[in-house]
């Protein structure tokens, strides 16, 4: 959370990469650090920022449902989870809490400026009893911008459906998959089991987009947690510096 | 939900139970039917009764981490739900974006009539790898009363501490727990392994009372669905009807 | 079980695929029947033809178990199973005791005659919290032939990892994973997650080749009963029987 | 297994324990050694005492499904059981290859030596996706003793049924359960999570004696790994110690 150090989920601000030619090593050597989001924040993100891009966003409140393989290996003793539920996941609400504010922050392309968002989150972590694969059940208070399409649950789920990063060229990086969304129209899909290797672990996953009786939307969201979530994220930053020739060349 | 059955959770609104004197059979023969509510309703009214007792209660949203039993025997296919959550029960998030109302009326005692509350509540309900006890994620937006106490998480934790069933009588029926409702302190439950035998099934468990970034509080609930959230409720429900006089004796 | 049809596992026994040219209908239609084993008898005969091409078997004790996937679905109910083994399958072990009889019969390629071997089959079946693949401890009696190698675990081990069907065009069946038999030598494989993608599910994979107490050699044993134990068999069946030259050309 | 240590299960070899009598310790301070047994020995030789005592045993081969919490805390991890099986456990088969000897030893009352019995035992082990109690699948291979009865299932059964300690003390220790064996005639029993806290965890349920195609009588048998497996053989232990006169009084 430094504030030089960028926090990128690729398809979502793959621009703060830019942010690392500020860090004083940049210069020197060439190196920069760059993190990947909490593997909750991750999917949390990837859901919000075509509803960010298309209505204003009043508050979000997700509940998650996490994979074992989050707290890696070997992580949550078996006696713990077997029949069970763990509702806690130390450290891991206050990341969903606070990491969506830096990564969904727009950036003022001149000056390198953070302007975070208005809204806020609240989070609820569970640890749940799946190998891998996040499940997240967001809420989303919505309203229409100035002129802008009313937030209808039709209309967010179009939102969703037709979303591109705003830079194509995150799209065509080696590892992006097919779609980075994916909208399923059954009433019961996102599942773990079912959808967790969509686009090889890189595609989000969506569906159960519905009218909420207290915000305006909600839906249910999958996030592979070790691939999008984890590795995938890192792989997929080092790909778009490549491509944003942030990478210095051996010998230069 | 005809207007003139009583839906109820005895130690949340066990004076409906009188609704039943204006059901035509109660007058002709003594019969007179009670329902008791959905499984996941159960729980969570039983977790706002106390909130809505010592607070103004503005909105709830809920997310179920339901058992498989909730669903009966054979019920879930194990392959449907093993490394998996189902994001899905089929009108179970109708029900519980409804019956809390009637179960959370006021009852005028004179004319019979309910008043329902007027918060709303959104439900998103999953099915999850644990047999028996169903955890809810639970947000409350409150407000303090005229002249009452703010709804700092610590009053809402008091209140639950604090709160007993209006009507002594229930809380002295033979199947009623030693607490209707347990606090724990530590971070992580309550869990449906280790907290779903309390007080036999009767007693329902709260943990993790803290502030919430969007709504005021928010909270982890677990309740026993096969007894507190069905059978159980059903004989409290009869021994509470035996105490109010509502029980034709055999031969009368 | 019908003395005209064989029971094929492909790698084992496709030579008696040949039987069905004696089936009525072979002659009148090119129609004919056959059918593939138990998964758990295929996992099972696979593990044997290498010892018994080696060695005399006097006896096999076999110990499942078995992943869900095995009943089918809805299948095994959640409640059943969940926390659980269940020490039956109906039917399984009377399947396991005779079809490997036939299965392992020597085919008099004049007559075709089938000769069982000598040697019975003791099996005790249990259903475990696995979706697919099935584990089996198999315990062999084994003499040398008369000439022969003295049965001992590395021979027996070494007699697994040599092994190939004598018809070598079953190896080049489209189907045909890179090995029929796969040795594991860490002390704790074969294991279902882990094992059961090997060769597409078409390879068995085997461990824990080691001296028996009672009988001469143990051995843990996994098949993929949905893939190599089910249609995978079938569709080596039909890619087998074509090139045997079995199957009638449309219009001929 | 040191010699003059006693590797007792109470019910079957409780006599063993006056062995102690013969540590140097014993007439020094009155202090004494006593162990139990590995857990899946002690539902092993539980259920051989009364076959031992009704017939020759000339083989016993038993494939155990092992609960998680045999393992201790934290022990298995959940990635390594969750969907899976583990077809070892370290030192486990050497263990039950081992104790039986000892524990089901003739001990000569005058001199106090041990006739270990002839046979041998074959052991696989199992870790399964359970929280507590032991699956074995057991098969024995037994004979009639001279003028003894024949050993079929039914005699078999009928000698397990009518099984009690010789030394009636040990049936009524505080901690004594109802019945030691517990034969049940479903099919489809004993089963961990149905059958572990028969008896409070300390009868050992027996079910499926049936005959064997290899050996003579198979059987399913169910033990709960931490309680009679664990902590409630020494207790127990501790109980028939003070019964036998072992335990010095404070102050003595």
Redesign the interface.
Known sequence: MAPDVPLVVPQVNGDHLAMVRAQPSFAATGGFIVTNANCSTTGLVIALRPLLDAFTVD???V?T?QA??GAG????????????????I?GEEEKM?TEYAKILAARDARSGALAPPAF?????C?R????DGH?L?V?VALRARPGGAEPTPAAAAAALAAWAPADARVSRLPSAPAAWLELRAE????????DRDAGGGYTTVI??VRA????TV?M?VHSHNTIMGAAGSSVLNAELAAVMGLLKQRGE
Not at 120 to 124: D, E, M
Not at 128 to 131: A, D, L, N, Y
């Open positions: 508050a979000v409140a509940t449902l074992i393989s290996y070997p992580g949550v003793a078996s006696l713990d989870i077997l029949d069970n539920v763990i509702p806690f130390s809490e806020r989150v609240s989070a609820a569970h749940v009893h799946v190998r499940t059940a809420t009433p019961n899909r996102p599942q773990p089991r079912l569906g159960r909420d009786a207290v915000h909600k249910a």
